[in-house]
């Protein structure tokens, strides 16, 4: 079984939030920080946030900052939750948009997706809900995906690492600071220090006011 290569993207607040409490995000990041994110999805076969994240931001997901072409963009959507005339189906339809749903949405709202010009890809449910991550990579490498962009939310990332499925991480340090907010990342189970995941081959790099941490995820 192959995979592809799966970056975790976001920015964080020093206190380690990724939104406010009424969900804002943007922009926690400073545009030079904003340019090596736009680099970054032009480097990457695929970029994909959950569903969450559709509602909340309504992002296009495009390239726009930086140079180079639109990746393939993936909604995990297990209930195609995403609106028809959301930004990620109506702007850069070149790119093509995949939205990974798990086969219960009624057959209209599949049509009115379809219409966009979206894929519909029918996967199995994750055993705590959602759709089966592993399956989703497989899907995509199938599709000749070798290396995706997960840029958020928080439940995303979060499965993304508990399942370990993700590979590498740049994450973006704000100097910011929001008290309440979304966590960047949810519980993983880990009890003891010892059994934190941590960063190889870190590489850090200012861009203005934010840090880019970046490196390869050890498990374990
Ligand atoms: N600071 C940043 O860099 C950054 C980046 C992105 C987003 N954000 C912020 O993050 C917030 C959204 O985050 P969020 O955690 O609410 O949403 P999210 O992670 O974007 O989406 C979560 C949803 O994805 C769907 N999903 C499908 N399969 C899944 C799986 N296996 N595991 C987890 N989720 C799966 C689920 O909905 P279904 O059950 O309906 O399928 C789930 O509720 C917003 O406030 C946004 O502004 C910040």
Redesign the pocket.
Known sequence: MTLPRVTLC???TLDGR??TAS???QW?SGPESLRFSHGLRASHDAIM?????VL??DPRLTVRLAEGRDPLRVV????L?TPPDAAVLRDGAGAGTILAHTGRAPADLRAALEATGATLLDLPD?PG???A?AALLMALDARGVRSLMV??????IT?MLRMRLATHMAVTLAPKILGAG?DAVGDLGIARLGDAYSLADVDITPYGADLVIAGRVVYP
């Open positions: 976001y920015a964080q990724t939104a969900g804002s995000s926690i946030v959950g569903v969450g994240t909340a931001d995990a959507d297990s209930r939750r994750a809900g959602g759709v991550l840029e958020g939310g928080a439940r995303l499965a979304t």
